[in-house]
Nanobody, 126 residues
């Protein structure tokens, strides 16, 4: 059974940087596309970034494009989301997601992902 565990969230000031980690277990991480989503209070879950199974393709939502990087370390079974120049609108619970199929390119659509972590809270203060 695939399990995902996020870490790296916390309380930071506006303008700071933060790197979230997603530890994957129970499957074949090296063949799995990964994604990051977030949900702010009172809002629906929204796409943040995705990375293909081999790391060659990445996609970002407009609100984080240019100040975020998604990457993966297959030796550590871990996906990362590095975010820079954080602002208060980035405050949300961030979720890691894994595709249940192999050799996928990643997706912006939450329903494409079979497995989800419990989330890690990111709070940005002004």
């Amino acid at each position: 059974q695939v399990q995902l565990e996020e870490s790296g969230g916390g309380l930071v000031q506006a303008g700071a940087s933060l790197t979230l980690s997603c530890l994957y277990s129970g499957g074949t991480f090296g063949r799995t596309a990964m994604g990051w989503f977030r949900q702010a209070p009172g809002k629906e879950r929204e796409f943040v970034a995705t990375i293909s199974w081999n790391g060659e393709l990445t996609l970002y939502e407009d609100h984080v494009k240019g100040r975020s990087i998604i990457y993966r370390d297959n030796d550590k079974n871990t996906a990362y989301l590095e975010m820079r120049r954080l602002n208060t609108e980035d405050t949300a619970v961030y979720y890691c997601a894994a595709d249940g199929r192999e050799y996928r390119l990643g997706s912006k659509t939450a329903s494409e992902y079979a497995y989800w972590g419990q989330g890690t809270q990111v709070t940005v203060s002004s």
